[in-house]
Nanobody, 126 residues
Framework: QVELVESGGGLVQPGGSLRLSCLVSGVRMDYYAVGWFRQAPGKEREGVSCISASDDSTYYADSVKGRFTISRDDAKNTVYLQMSSLKDEDTAVYYC???????????????????WGQGTQVTVSS
């Protein structure tokens, strides 16, 4: 059974940093691309970042480029999202998701992904 579990969310002041983790189990981690999405109240789910299975190529939404960094440690079955210079508008529930790397697909589209975590709340507020 495939399971993705996010952790690391919380309350942070504007300008602060957080590191989210996504622990993946039930699949061979190095075969899967993993992405991060977020959803704020009343808004659609937004693709934030993705890291490939093969060559660690990455995707970032324009809204987070230069502030967020995605990385993976296949030995630990974990993907990280380092978030810096956080803004109020980064407040959302953050989800990680995975799909088989060989299949490909738009990294920003929720429909590309087969498996999802339950989400972790990130609140940016003073």
């Amino acid at each position: 059974q495939v399971e993705l579990v996010e952790s690391g969310g919380g309350l942070v002041q504007p300008g602060g940093s957080l590191r989210l983790s996504c622990l993946v189990s039930g699949v061979r981690m190095d075969y899967y691309a993993v992405g991060w999405f977020r959803q704020a109240p009343g808004k659609e789910r937004e693709g934030v970042s993705c890291i490939s299975a093969s060559d660690d190529s990455t995707y970032y939404a324009d809204s987070v480029k230069g502030r967020f960094t995605i990385s993976r440690d296949d030995a630990k079955n974990t993907v990280y999202l380092q978030m810096s210079s956080l803004k109020d508008e980064d407040t959302a529930v953050y989800y990680c998701a995975a799909f088989p790397g060989v299949r490909g697909g738009p990294p920003s589209s929720p429909g590309t992904y087969d498996y999802w975590g339950q989400g972790t709340q990130v609140t940016v507020s003073s």
